[in-house]
């Protein structure tokens, strides 16, 4: 089976591949909320920042993108892009499906006031404030955006107090993350000689694009090492010494969290959703989304009501 169904099932939204750019679904004084749809064949598609406001940007699916002068990365939904008002940057295709995000602007106060228990430098450079261009996505801080999207998407009247108090949760991880993989970065990798670490992040990076296109296959190690001119053993030890998981960690993280974008719709089977991104049996997708996101897809499904995504929230919230 091909994912031939998540592209063409229309799902919750209108014109759900196609969603203008500057398409806000909440605003507030703390946060904006948008929705990012551009297919490949947009002209807009290699190149439509410069970005409007200080953004976390939560990938749906996979790109390569590119800050000005700085190293590209695989957007995918294991990452977490970040922004600074004015960030331009560039984007190359790597998914068919072409660029689909959900990006979140905080107020400048609100990002200084989240950042400055990991980095007191910031009240000297608040309206850049972002260090890095991305931080690692967990399963719990992917879901929790991707209930307050569901919770804006499904309401009439959306939830203010409970959006803000979601999102606030999700930057205050999201940067804890990200200075935790900085510091991780910068303890081992001190040692390795330029030349060698620029030779391994070129080969993370070439991994991370092969899994992207290829996530809902059955691969094995030696499949992706011989695609991007690596032995099996030097390609597992860089790519987690620079990312801290393993391949299989990695690769089963973007079907989990690609998984979510069907989960909740009740016209596709869960076992259709599962062997479609690639696992064995419906048993064995339900096994990972447990372990992921601490309860099985049929229960998510039934909560993926206004008051179940409130309540399922607070719980990854405490």
């Known amino acids: 089976m091909n994912l031939t169904f998540n592209i063409t099932h229309p799902g919750r939204y209108p014109n759900r591949e196609i969603v203008p750019a500057g398409n806000i679904i909440f605003s507030s004084p703390v946060l904006r909320v948008g929705l990012f749809r551009c297919p490949t064949w947009s002209p807009s598609f290699p190149n439509s920042g410069p970005t409007q406001g200080n953004l976390l940007v939560f990938p749906r699916t996979s790109v ?3 800050h000005e002068g700085k190293r590209p ?4 939904p294991n990452v977490v892009m970040l922004y600074n008002q004015g960030q331009i940057y560039y984007r190359d295709k790597l998914s068919e499906r072409g660029d689909l995000c959900d990006w979140f602007s905080y ?8 950042m400055r228990p990991f980095d007191p430098t910031v009240d000297e450079r608040w309206n850049n404030p972002f260090r890095f261009t ?10 929790l955006q991707r209930l307050a999207v569901e919770h804006i998407c499904r309401s009439q009247h959306p939830d203010t107090l409970f959006v803000e108090e979601t999102m606030l949760t999700v930057l205050g991880r999201v940067l804890r993350n990200s200075y935790h993989l900085n510091e991780t970065l910068n303890e081992t990798l001190p040692a390795t000689r330029p030349e060698t670490r620029h030779a391994h992040a070129n080969l993370v990076h070439a991994a991370k694009a092969f899994i992207a296109t290829r996530f809902n296959e059955p691969l094995t190690i030696d499949e992706i090492a011989q695609a991007i001119y690596s032995s099996a053993f030097h390609l597992c030890r860089v790519f987690r010494k620079y990312t801290g998981n393993t391949l299989h960690h990695y690769l089963n993280q973007v079907r989990l969290k690609a998984s979510l974008e ?3 719709e009740r016209d596709i089977s869960l076992t259709d959703i599962g062997i479609a991104l690639g696992y064995a049996s419906h048993s064995h997708f339900t096994k990972a989304f447990r372990q992921a996101f601490g309860s099985p897809p049929s229960m998510l499904r039934e909560r993926a009501t206004i008051g179940r995504i409130r309540e399922m929230s607070k719980i990854l919230i405490v």
């Not at 990365?73 to 995918?76: I, L, P, R, S």
């Not at 107020?107 to 989240?114: L, M, Q, R, S, T």
């Not at 991305?134 to 879901?143: E, K, N």
Request: no cysteine.
């Open 64 to 66: 390569r993108i590119r």
């Open 73 to 76: 990365v695989v957007a995918d």
């Open 107 to 114: 107020h400048p106060k609100v990002i200084v006031e989240a």
């Open 134 to 143: 991305y931080g690692p996505s967990d399963p719990d801080t992917y879901l």
């Open 262 to 264: 069907y989960v909740a």
